[in-house]
């Protein structure tokens, strides 16, 4: 069965650190996989998207990018992170286009 | 940007009662999805609709689409106090590359 994997789970950085957040998906190949940050209280904001090794989509400019160095493995960024940068950041997947995405357990950052 | 929009924003009922959410987007669409959120986890995808569908039942839950109105709506019969959380209406459309837009969002609270 497929499974998605994301951490950390809750994060605290100041301003101007550095991020990465991992996501990996196995028992699958070539899965569809998002990034979305939902503000408290709100809803799904999506981030980036990638249909394949190497290609990513930015839906939104701002401060953080994406990565997919690996199949199953897509990672966001930041060089700088700012205080609007908090949130909750989740990842997905989905087999191919117009699927139900099956969600990562989240993980909350708060920059300090 | 956002596309749905979820009506009411919040919803308390008594357990056993019916719990109606409605969902408004604004362009075409493919498919309409909806997904819960229980507090501070990840989301669960519930049910997909396609566009040339009208109704589509799963367990409980009962899902209406009408896309002459741009609306869907969500019916959960007889509500139990599990069923307390965050319910999300996400649009997809191929032209788009598939990708899920989410709603705001109505949050659910079933009283014991």
């Known amino acids: 069965s497929q499974t998605i994997h994301q951490w950390p789970a809750t994060l605290v950085q100041p301003v101007g650190s550095p991020l990465s957040l991992e996501c990996t998906v196995e028992?699958?190949?070539?899965?569809?996989l998002y990034w979305y940050r939902q503000a408290a209280g709100r809803g799904l904001q999506l981030l980036f998207y990638s249909v394949g090794i190497g290609q990513i989509s930015s839906e939104v400019p701002q401060n953080l990018s994406a990565s997919r160095p690996q199949d199953r493995q897509f990672i966001l960024s930041s060089k700088k992170l700012l205080l609007s940068d908090s949130g909750f950041y989740l990842c997905?997947?989905?087999?191919?286009?117009?699927?139900?995405?099956?969600f990562g357990s989240g993980t909350r950052l708060t920059v300090v | 940007s956002q596309q749905g929009e979820e009506d009411p924003q919040a919803l308390s009922i008594q357990e056993g009662e019916n719990a109606t959410m409605n969902c408004s987007y604004k362009t075409s669409i493919n498919n309409l999805q909806w997904y819960r959120q229980n507090s501070g986890r990840g989301l669960v995808h519930l049910i997909l609709?396609?566009?040339?569908?009208r109704e589509k039942h799963s367990g409980r839950l009962r899902v209406t689409l009408d896309t002459s109105k741009k609306s869907s709506s969500l019916l959960i019969t007889a509500s139990r106090a599990a069923d307390t959380a965050s319910y999300f209406c996400?649009?997809?459309?191929?032209?788009?590359?598939?990708?899920?837009?989410f709603g705001q969002g109505t949050e659910l609270s079933v009283k014991p």
């Open positions: 996400a649009t997809a459309l191929y032209s788009q590359g598939g990708k899920l837009i």
């Open positions: 028992g699958t190949s070539n899965p569809n």
């Open positions: 997905a997947w989905s087999p191919e286009r117009m699927y139900g995405y099956t």
């Open positions: 609709i396609r566009s040339n569908e």
